[in-house]
């Protein structure tokens, strides 16, 4: 499994995602500045977290235009893999691969913690290695994390099954346990067809053993099976 890991000016997790893929997992990677066009031996795309563009204008609004989104819209179109993490997710929103929109947290504060989830559909290839219902911890780090969609989106998320994680330890949405007021609690979700992720926790950033959690490498694991 190749991994391309995009570069955009202001990107700061595209070494912590490439530590995971080749360091810790043996991947090839290949780092791809956001110029660049050519996803031809690209098997995953991973859109790291970051501050794309100083988060001029909306996060993600302006690193949509850059010219390796074209051949990201391809590569998802072809039923290829394609993650989003935090800033990537935001990415994801502009460029029109998932639905909805990231926007300010509800207290307007940054926000640098981790945060428990609860595993909600682990029926693709994402995230089948998770049991439903299993509660991991991760690390959020973000401005603009509040997940935004109207009420007809939301809608056919749930019923497509296309939330994947929700912030809190139930099923259930508990708005008690939303740190930055997602509608529904939603921290993850994927395009219809499965092959588009988009989240706002880092995975990455619970991989190596040396940092004390290992609750996100399995997303990056089952991609191997
Ligand atoms: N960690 C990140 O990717 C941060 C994303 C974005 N800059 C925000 O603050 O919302």
Request: glycine share 10%; with cysteine; charged share 20%.
């Amino acid at each position: 499994m190749k991994f391309g890991v995009i570069v955009f000016p202001g990107s700061n997790c595209d070494r912590d995602v490439a530590w995971v893929t080749q360091g810790l997992l043996g991947q090839p990677t290949r780092m791809i500045w956001h110029e660049d066009t050519d996803l031809s031996d690209i098997d995953v795309v991973v859109i790291p977290g970051g501050f794309s563009y100083g988060d001029y204008l909306r996060c993600g609004a302006i690193a949509r235009f850059s010219p390796i989104m074209r051949s990201t819209i391809e590569h998802a179109n072809q039923g290829k893999f394609v993650l989003g993490i935090c800033n990537g997710f935001q990415v994801l929103t502009e460029a029109g691969l998932l639905p909805g929109a990231l926007v300010r947290n509800r207290d307007l504060h940054f926000i640098c913690e981790s945060a428990p989830l609860t595993v909600i559909n682990s029926n693709i290839p994402w995230t089948s290695e998770y049991q439903v219902g299993e509660v991991i911890n991760l690390p959020i780090a973000h401005g603009e994390g509040c997940y935004y969609a109207d009420e007809k989106t939301l809608e056919e998320l749930e019923t497509n099954h296309q939330v994947l994680f929700r912030y809190g330890t139930d099923k259930t949405p508990k708005p008690e346990e939303n740190p930055n007021g997602s509608l529904n609690n939603i921290a993850g979700i994927c395009n219809p067809q499965g092959n588009v992720l988009g989240m706002m926790p880092h995975p990455e950033r619970a991989s190596d053993p040396m940092l004390g959690n290992t609750d996100g490498i399995k997303l990056f694991k089952t991609l191997l099976r």
